[in-house]
């Protein structure tokens, strides 16, 4: 078993002496070989190693499995934990696929117990014919270097000790140290993807090309590496970000212009900042690149997980959660108003002399007003200006497109006396020296 012993050393997959490990057990061949390897190595490193077990519940023989596992832990002193769930009524629950479902619920008492236990790893048996497997479904599917990458030996406190070891191997290994096992009779199952790969494709593969699998992993190793790079390369990109109300900005002309490889990267990096469980496909991507590339000025690409991308201007925005535009409020006279977007503070002062209509802060005549959006055919005359729609007012003055229905308008009965960010109207101006309305308007 020296790829074992190897790729724990390279990789940094054991944990320290006085340490634990949490080996994930199924009963079958694979993991009970990985229990007993760690078990070896822990006798050798001085680490403890415990087991956990998950009943997925979809098979009949799943509660043999879990006795199965119970009983030859407890029989060689090693703590066991058991966990499971309905999985098929889980799936139809929340309209999920039934591996989906299975590998979330897994991996989550995975970690619960990790932690419970105070485990510094969390180990799988995934091994080379796993990872072939792995890499030539993903080829197959279609994929970036991520996916063609295959299964990391390590991902955090996440480890795959037997990852380039073979399937023959690991029976030999068994053999000689008399380990047994259960076997899961759906393995035979050839209407699953993966068996029909294992017992079909790769059997025929290794006539002509003897150890494709492992084979496969090495080429996917070097292709980790590859993306690696790649990644960190696009991170000097995704640097240049700018935080915005609910997202991040980025100069619309940095990602047309990128090479691909890293305005890809950029894109995803990008989008795990806002919502992390959100994985973008190549073709919301490929439309998120042509925004940027694109000499319209505006535009949008809906994405999954409530998250939006938007051409304003000379940016690009990333953002989760559009508001809705509000409802009409009155103004609180003295006090503060909230809108979606919008702070206003109203305060009840005498009108000062000089410039005093500024956009952020100005003054208007007492009385009853409102806020609400803008509507069609609202205009405003501002002090030393012609009088204008509020829609030419914003297209003029370049507010992004996705603000313009959150500005609020200030209305003294049907008429519109301020626009928010602009400045009252010239009819509403108070004169130097009254009591007036002093309005000072905040971008929340």
């Known amino acids: 078993m020296e790829g074992f012993w190897r790729l724990c050393r390279e990789e940094d997959l054991l944990p320290p002496a006085g340490g634990k490990i949490l080996a ?20 050798q490193y001085g680490f403890t190693v415990e087991a956990a077990h998950f009943d997925h519940h979809i098979r009949e023989n799943s509660r043999r499995d879990c006795a199965f596992v119970e009983g030859w832990c407890r029989a060689h002193g090693v703590p066991v934990h058991i966990g499971g769930a309905d999985i098929p009524a889980l799936a139809a629950k929340e309209h999920r696929g039934l591996e989906d479902t299975a590998r979330r619920c897994r991996y989550a008492f995975l970690r619960e117990t990790a932690a419970d236990c105070r485990a510094q790893r969390i180990a799988t048996a995934h091994n080379a014919q796993d990872n072939g497997e792995t890499i030539l479904l993903h080829l197959l599917r279609g994929s970036g270097l991520n996916g063609l990458g295959g299964i990391a030996p390590r991902r955090g406190d996440l480890v795959r000790p037997l990852l380039t070891t ?68 696009a991170a000097q990109l995704t640097a240049q970000a700018a935080a915005i109300p609910g997202g991040v900005a980025l100069p619309a002309a940095a990602l047309g212009e990128a090479p691909a490889p890293l305005s890809s990267r950029t894109l995803q990096q990008l989008a795990a900042q806002i919502a992390p469980e ?71 002062e005498p009108c000062p002399e000089g410039k005093f209509n500024q956009p952020h802060s100005f003054y208007l005549r007492p009385g009853d007003y409102t806020l609400r959006p803008r509507q069609t055919g609202d205009a405003i005359t501002l002090p030393a200006r012609s009088r204008k729609t509020v829609k030419k007012l914003l297209i003029d003055s370049k507010v992004p497109q996705n603000e313009r229905d959150f500005l609020p308008v200030f209305l003294f009965g049907e008429q519109v006396a301020a626009l928010g960010a602009f400045g009252a109207d010239c009819a509403f101006l108070p004169r130097p020296g009254e009591e007036a309305l002093h309005i000072v308007t905040e971008r929340r």
């Not at 025929?204 to 699998?213: D, M, S």
């Not at 590496?225 to 790649?230: E, K, P, S, V």
């Not at 505006?298 to 998250?307: A, D, K, Q």
């Open 166 to 233: 073979s399937r023959r191997d690991i029976e030999a290994y068994n053999a000689a140290h008399g380990i047994p096992h259960v076997e899961d009779e759906t393995n035979r199952d050839t209407a699953y993807t993966r068996n029909f790969l294992r017992h079909e494709v790769f059997p025929l593969l290794e006539t002509r090309w003897p150890n494709a699998a492992e084979t496969l992993g090495r080429n996917g190793a070097a292709l980790r590496a590859d993306n690696a790079f790649l990644e960190t390369q």
């Open 278 to 348: 959100v994985v973008l496909t190549a073709s919301q991507r490929a439309q998120i690149l042509q925004l940027c590339r694109n000499e319209r000025p505006s535009g949008f690409v809906p994405l999954p997980g409530g998250l939006t991308a938007r051409r304003v201007y000379d940016l690009l925005e990333l953002t989760a959660g559009e508001d809705e535009p509000f409802l009409p409020v009155p103004l609180a006279v003295p006090g503060v108003t909230d809108t979606p977007r919008w702070r206003v503070v109203c305060a009840l």
């Open 24 to 43: 994930a057990v199924s009963g079958g061949a694979d993991s009970m070989c990985l229990l007993a390897l760690l078990l070896e190595a822990g006798e």
